[in-house]
Structure formats: C-alpha cells, structure tokens
C-alpha cells in the first residue's frame, strides 16, 4: 500500500503521468487518429516527444506559470497533446466548445483573460481574429492544421508544428528546462479551468485541480479493473468534462489507447473500425442506434423480423440476468447462446459493440426500453450522474447491481445526501476548487462544510441509489397545489421514437400542458408507411395525423403519470406541436441539448397563452437562426390539441376542450 | 454570399503576393465561330484565361457558354479561329487528347457512374496518369499495386480536401445533388489539371450547398493554384468568386473584364434585363 502511495504522491499531475506512462508503455499505442483514409498511431514514447516539443515552444513563445491558453477545436490528438504541453509547463488550459459562435468564444476567453488560443483549423481562428479586438490580453494564437491558412500574414499567427520546430531548438538550448518545469506542478495546482454550458446566464468557469482529476480517474479505474489494453473513442466534445476524464484523466491513469475519428461525420464508420472497449455516449445516441435497428428491421425480409423479434424476446426475458450472473435456467442458457450467434453478436458487430466491456451513458436520463435493449444484448450500459463541478461522476450504477430507473449508489470516495428542500448535495474528492473569477457562485454552490449543492432535485431508495427528478428550481406547482415536475414529464415523452424534443408548461397555472418536437427520421417514415405525403418539416408536424400519433404519446405518458399519486395531477390536458426544431444555434437549447426555459417561455409567448385559452390554433412567427448565423422569421399556423387524462383507476376522463 | 468576398477579400487585404505575374495567359481563344448547320453557337469569340486565376462566362440561356467549354476541351471543333493552350496551338483535337493536356471539367449535368463508390468514381480520374498495363492491373501485382497505393493516397488527399470522407464508400447514386456535384469536382482534380472548367456547378443547390462548393471553388484555386473557367447563373458568385468574367449573349461576347466593370455595363444590363425599343 504504501508504495502505491508512494507513487500517487509522486504522480500527482497528468504531466508526470505522461512521462511515467513513456517509460512503463513505450511501445503501446497511446493515440490513434484516422487520417486520408488510414488509422495513424502513436506510441506513449513518440507522444511524449511530441508533448515535450510543443511544451517547449509554448515556452519559446512566453507562455509562463499560472497564463490560461484556450484549446478549439473537435477531438484531434494534437489538441489532447496541448493540454499536456500547457500543463508541463505551468500553464492552464482552457477547452472551449467548437461548435460555439464568436461571440460566445469571445464572453470565454474575455473571462478567463485568455493569453493564446491554440486552434484546430481555419474556422476557429477566423472565429477567434473576428473578436481579438475584445480581447486586449489575447496574444497569440496558434493552429494546428494549415489549410487555408497561406494567406494569413498576421505576426501574431503560428503553426502547430513551426512552434514544436521551436519548442525542440529551446530544448536543446535549454538542458533540463523541461524537466525542471514539469516537477514544478503539484497536486493542488488547478490542471484545467472547464466552462460550464449553463442553462442559465453567462458559463462558469469551474477550476478542477489535479488532486481533483487524477483522484477521482484512479478510483474509477480501480472500480472498472481499465487497463492499457482498454480502446476507447473520443469523439465527444473534448470541452465537456466527460470527455476530459476519459479521452484525458483515465487514458493517462491507465494507460490505454484513444482514438480520434476522421471527421465528425463518420464517427459510426470509425466506430465499427475501432470497436471500443469502453465507450460513453449521451442517451440520444444509444436512442439512435435503436431506432436505426429498428427502421431497418422493417425493411428486412419476413424470416429475419420473426427471428428478431423471436430473439430480442429469450434477451429480455433471461439476458440481463446473465449480465448480471443471476441463476438462469439451461433451456434459457442455450437459448440465448443461439440468439448470441443468430441475432445480437451480429448486431452488436454491425454497429461497432462488439468488444463493448462496458457503456455508459449520462447527462439525460435513458428510456427504460432502450437501457433494457442493450443489457438484455450482453451490453453493460450504466448510467452515471454528475456535474463538471465533480470532475464528472457523482453516482454510478455498479456491475450487478443496475436498476433502469436510478443513476446507482454513490461513486467510491463520494458522500451523496439529499437536503430538506429535496436538493442532492455531494462531498467527493472530485469536487471543484470553485468558479473562476465568481467567488459569489462559488459560495452558493460549495458551503463552508464542503457540500457541493448541485440543483437538482432527487431522492435515494430503499437501496441507497439516487434518483434525479429535476432541476430543483424548476420542480414547481400548479395552482392547486399539485407537484409538477417538467424534465421528468419531458423525458417521458421523450422516449416515444417519434418525439424529439418537449417542454412541459404548468407553474402556476391551472393545468399542464406541453411543447411537442417530431423527430423528422422517425416521422417521415411513419408517415411514409401510411402514405401521408408531406412537403417538409413544418408541413409534416401540422398534419392531423401525426397530432394523432402525438397524443396517442402524450397520453400513455398522462396514463403513467397517473400511476403515481403525487404527480397525476400533472397529467398534460392540452398540447402542440412545434414548426420548427428546437435548436441550439436559436439559444433554445444548450450546446448540450437541455432545454432553455426562461428563453422559450418569452420567444413562444403567445403559444403558451394559447394553451391556456380556448383557441383552437395560434399564428406564430419566430426568428430563426442558419448555420452561417445570418436570420430570418418563420411564420406558420398551429392546431391546439386536448388530449385524455386518467383517473387514479386508469380510466380515461373526457378530453378536456 | 457577403461571407465568401470577406473571406476572399481578407487575405488581399493582409498583403496577398499573387499568385502569377499579371498577362501570363494560359488559354488564348482567337476569334473562334462555330456553328452547327445554319445555327451559329459562337461568332468570332476571343477570350484570354489569366493563370491562376477565376474566370467566369455568363450569358443568358442559349448564348454559347457550353458551346465554348466544349470547344475548350475538344468536344467541338470550331470552324474558324484558334485556341492556344500553353503556348501549343492546336488544330483538331480530341477531348482525350485535351484532358491528356491538362485540361479537366465537370458537366451541367452530373456525369458520375452512379453504381460506383465515391472513391472508385474519384479513382477513375487518375486514369490517364496510370502507366501500368491492364494486365498487371487486373493482376494487381507488382509495379501495378506500387502504383495504385500512389493513386490511392492522391485520392485520399482530394477526399480530405473536400470534406466526404463520410462517403468515401457510398455508392454515388445514393447521395444527394450537393454532394454528387462535389465528387464530380473530385474526379476532375484527381486528374491534377492545369485548367478546370466547371460547367454551373451550383446549379439546382441550396445556399448552404452553394456557399459550400464557392469555398472549394475558392480553396481549389488557392491550394493548388489551379487556373478556373466557370459557367455560371447566379451573379452573387459570379461576381464574389471571379477575377475576370466575360458576357455571351447570342453566340457573342459583348463584354470583358472585372466583375465590377462588367456589372455596370449597358449591354450587358440590356442583355439581362431586355431593353425598349
């Protein structure tokens, strides 16, 4: 014991790791990317010298202890190498989103009094060049890839490898420079700053150290036995702190490849290529590759629908319990072996699942359906909860142990508790160090005792898993009283394959009623299989039928809610169905899909007060934004549809008017 | 549109050096006619393509825009006049022989072998610089194989380039317009032309397909300082995209020049617009 230690001590930040994991897996690979067509690797050894030259110089080029220096871009190696490269030598890096516009980008790195900006192509630095003058501390700035960029002629410019041809003429210049630098860093030292996405107001910058990183990736590594051997795919967000502990923290801990995809595009291709080992995904994706099996299976001859629909039978019924090592009966055994061979290992290797040890999914909750899918498949999915302030996890479901409608007990090393007012509170070794420049959040968030309040409202069961309902400031009550919670209504909803999106509406007023967003793939084959022709988005959600389909939705989900005496009367009388998606680039949504409340509510006014009169349809016009950020409005007309409620015995009551 | 002459404009404002020397002509057309019967497509039509630079041809439907790419690149041989390619005056020439030259296009209507993969259609543009025999190719052995990893890897360049690596294997017919028309962009570069005609290759696009295919009009001309003809109907690229444009109207060219002298001037106007009599 006392030598692992010894060795935490002695490995406290990822750039020590770095150079232990040069020496310990030389020759393993530490990175893959694929590139004109071929998968590219380097070793932990080659990596490192690569580190080592681009750490060099950004010293070459100023960058001293404590500046902050911004990464854009999408998940390439060069850009994971620069968080290494700005840790050894005392800097903090600062991950931004690559899909944020200018302005966006410029609030950031305004706030975190960004020093240089390393980005990954011509898009991100034009994005970057078009708010410099907001940004007087912003010096360089710094790109990876070349294309484009001949014309450039600013002094201030460089390339990714110009400044690594430097960084390796400081090296030899300066002898024990880097080593020097790197044994600067301790433990305590804040490794990176992660702005949060927020649902409300301007992104925090939450500060996470590198006791609160390296901690919490090594306890997690012990939980799920991760080795080097272990292959993953980073093709999330590489800002979002879920990517930054498993592309990042836990490839450093333990070793194991990562892998780039091509092009954010061909993430699935790349995916089948790799066949992780260990793969994260937000519930939508898990979602897609249902639906998709599911379209495809329609299309499918007669004799393969009925083995699949006979198999994905015996694998609901006995496979998460062979997951689970749970008694199973010999028939059931042999039965699921013969669907392994026919039907799931097939599918698995269609989409990539094949070496799958385990999954996880977060963020959102999952359907029960499709969470019970891929257990029933041979899949461990796990869904986990958490927050950045928590440099990811705070509650994870254990092997053996999953239940489909909670988020597990308590990660290792993490203390869960739920307030008075319902709100989870957590200590953990990963809780943040505070909010940068924000001591009044900080405050508020993390109390003099330790807790980190994380706005959510949850309870725990009878086995100690927790259960997230809602955000806490949004669990509100209609005018009688009755609890409504809109994100668990919305989520049900939102498990039915044809609904993309929902936003519940119902405090203070007299009754519940809902927001419905198609899902266009969905949808359009639906409507293709009746013959319901329609000429685009707008024209397909306005058709009577899929309001048909729509309330047969919304009222299964009344019929839940029935279920549970505390939430019936929240039960949704009265709904429509949007003309348009709800979309991040309108601020309708958060860069990681949550709905914007306080910014629909005052966009969709006037349909909100429609739900609440007797009209029967509204005319709305909205501002839309396109892709190249220039608008335009939208009109169109709207139906409003009532939909059933049920009684407590489950009978329908009358369709409200 | 005001997007892309930002973009192009930016780089000539941080102290662009131009690519050529100004006058270096690489296509000369001299006083060409050419008519098929009593029909007269082009009536002593003299146009001189810069090096390197974007050259545009626009026109009202029927004034001879095709008629003069196909002249360009063999398909048709004018009955008078001379073309200068090069510095080599040519006679009669075959579209072979023109793209042997190097001179590649891509059609009005896209001409891709729609049960071929994106790469195969792309591969098929690096045909005439395969020197290996076709039994060895058939073979795959040898200098041949050495040869087709080279012509791989060239392809490979133009799918990153182009952004469809998604599609790399997807079999053309599959996919949309927008990107049928990017491939067909690709298969003309994998023949490493000198000169690139492009017959309206945003024709029938949306505006995010069309802005798409001006970046890779753009980014073609600046990576690879390949010389551009283009037919085009949509003034806002014409006049975004191009250095020079030319104006045909009934087998004439009634003007010449910068876009922004060509956009003021009467006959052109007259020639879109109609005029009263």
């Known amino acids: 014991m006392s030598d692992v230690q010894a060795s935490l001590r002695a490995h406290d930040t990822f750039p020590k790791l770095l150079l232990r994991n040069a020496v310990t897996f030389g020759d393993r690979p530490a990175f893959r990317e694929k590139d004109y067509g071929i998968w590219q690797s380097w070793t932990w050894a080659e990596m490192s010298a690569e580190i080592r030259a681009f750490a060099c110089g950004l010293a070459a080029l100023g960058v001293g202890r404590g500046d902050r220096i911004a990464i854009i871009g999408q998940n390439r190696p060069q850009l994971y190498w620069s968080f290494d490269a700005i840790q050894c030598i005392g800097g903090v890096p600062v991950p931004l ?92 030292d804040v490794a990176i700053i992660a702005y949060t996405s927020g649902t409300t107001g301007n992104p925090k910058g939450v500060m996470l150290s590198f006791d609160n990183l390296t901690t919490s990736c090594r306890l997690a590594v012990e939980m799920e036995g991760l080795t080097e051997r272990e292959e993953i795919l980073a093709y999330l967000p590489l800002a979002w702190v879920g990517d930054h502990f498993f592309s990042y923290g836990q490839h450093h801990v333990a070793g194991f490849t990562v892998n780039c995809p091509e092009s954010s595009d061909t993430v699935m291709m790349d995916l089948r290529d790799i066949g992780p080992t260990s793969f994260i995904a937000p519930p939508a994706i898990f979602e897609g590759f249902l639906t998709q099996i599911q379209i495809r299976m329609e299309d499918a001859s007669r004799v393969k629908q009925r083995l699949y629909r006979y198999f994905t039978g015996v694998a609901r019924r006995c496979g998460p319990a062979i997951l689970d090592g749970r008694p199973v009966s010999a028939g059931d055994r042999l039965l699921y072996a013969l669907g392994e061979l026919l039907i799931y290992g097939p599918l698995k290797n269609n989409l990539g699942l094949s070496r799958m040890r385990i999954a996880y999914t977060g963020g959102a909750p999952l359907g029960e359906d499709v969470f019970s899918f891929y257990r029933s498949m041979g899949i461990n999915l796990k869904q986990l909860y958490g927050q950045t302030e928590s440099s990811a996890y705070v509650c994870i479901q254990r092997n053996g142990g999953v239940k489909p409608d909670t988020v597990g007990p308590p990660a290792p090393g993490v203390d869960v508790r739920i307030t008075d007012e ?89 009754y519940a009623t809902a927001f419905v967003n198609i899902d266009l793939e969905a949808v359009s084959n639906w409507a293709e299989k009746r013959g319901i022709s329609y000429t685009n988005y707008t024209d397909l959600a306005s058709r009577a039928e899929v309001y048909d389909l729509v309330r047969g939705c919304i009222e299964q989900v009344n019929a839940a809610l029935a279920g549970d005496s505390a939430l019936a009367g929240s039960q949704i009388r009265r709904f429509l169905v949007l003309h348009k998606e709800l979309d991040a680039d309108d601020g309708e949504l958060t860069r990681t899909r949550k709905v914007r409340r306080r910014i629909i509510a005052e966009r969709y006014k006037p349909m909100i007060d429609a739900l609440y009169s007797d009209a029967g349809n509204v005319s709305v016009e909205t501002q839309v934004t396109f892709e190249d950020g220039r608008t335009g409005t939208m009109r169109a007309d709207l139906d409003i549809s009532p939909a059933a409620t049920y009684g407590a015995g489950g009978e329908p009551s009358a369709r409200a008017a | 549109m005001t997007d892309i002459a930002a973009a192009s404009a930016a780089p000539a404002a941080a102290g662009t050096v131009p690519v050529t020397t100004e006058g270096e002509i690489l296509l000369n057309v001299e006083h060409i006619s050419l008519s098929f019967g009593a029909v007269q497509a082009l009536t002593d039509v003299s146009v001189a393509i810069p090096k390197g630079r974007i050259f545009s041809i626009i026109g009202p439907n029927g004034a001879g825009k095709t008629s003069l790419l196909n002249c360009i690149n063999g398909v048709y041989h004018p009955q008078k006049g001379r073309i200068t390619f090069k510095g080599q005056t040519r006679s009669q020439m075959k579209p072979h022989e023109a793209a042997a030259q190097g001179i590649a296009r891509t059609f009005q209507n896209v001409a891709l072998f729609r049960g071929m993969t994106t790469l195969d259609n792309i ?155």
Not at chain 1, 138 to 153: A, C, F, N, P, S
Not at chain 2, 159 to 173: C, H, N, Q, S, Y
Not at chain 2, 197 to 209: I, Q, R
Not at chain 2, 215 to 230: K, M, S, W, Y
Request: hydrophobic share 40%; glycine share 8%.
């Open chain 1, 97 to 188: 989103y690559a899909d944020s516009v200018a302005d966006e980008m410029a609030y950031v790195l305004e706030h975190a009094e960004v020093r240089m900006a390393i980005c990954e192509d011509q898009e991100q630095v034009d994005k970057v060049l078009s708010v410099m003058d907001r940004l007087p501390v912003l010096e360089t700035v710094i790109h990876k890839d070349r294309r484009g960029m001949r014309h450039y002629r600013q002094p201030f410019l460089h390339a990714l490898d110009d400044v690594q041809d430097r960084g390796r003429d400081h090296d030899r210049r300066h002898a024990g420079f880097f080593e020097g630098e790197v044994a600067k860093g301790k433990g305590g």
């Open chain 1, 422 to 510: 319902g709100e989870v509170i957590y200590k953990s070794p990963g809780a943040f160090v505070g909010y940068f420049k924000n001591d009044e959040a900080t405050r508020e968030t993390l109390d003099d005792e330790g807790w980190v309040h994380t706005g959510d409202a949850g309870i725990i069961d009878d086995d100690g898993h927790l259960k997230v309902i809602d955000r806490a400031k949004d669990v509100g009550r209609l005018n009688d009283g009755t609890l409504f919670a809109p994100q668990y209504i919305e989520n049900k909803l939102k498990f039915f394959p044809y609904v993309k999106e929902a936003v519940a509406h119902g405090v203070d007023r007299d």
């Open chain 2, 123 to 277: 591969m098929t543009g690096r045909n005439l610089k395969m020197r290996s025999n076709f039994l060895l190719q058939a073979l795959w052995w040898g200098p041949a194989r050495k040869e087709e990893l080279r012509h791989r890897e060239f392809v490979e360049h133009i799918i990153d380039f182009l952004e469809i690596e998604a599609i790399r294997k997807t079999p053309v017919g599959r996919l949309p317009y927008g990107l049928q028309k990017r491939v067909e962009l690709g298969r003309a570069l994998a023949a490493e032309p000198d000169l690139l005609l492009l017959d309206e290759p945003m024709a029938g696009m949306n505006l995010e397909e069309k802005e798409d295919m001006c970046r890779f009009v753009l980014d073609t001309n600046d990576e690879f300082g390949t010389t551009i003809a283009l037919i085009e109907h949509d003034m806002g690229v014409v006049m975004d995209l191009s250095d020079h444009v030319a104006v045909l109207d009934y087998g004439r060219k009634i003007a010449d020049g910068p876009p922004d002298v060509v956009r003021n001037d009467p006959d052109v106007i007259a020639a879109y617009l109609g005029v009263s009599h």
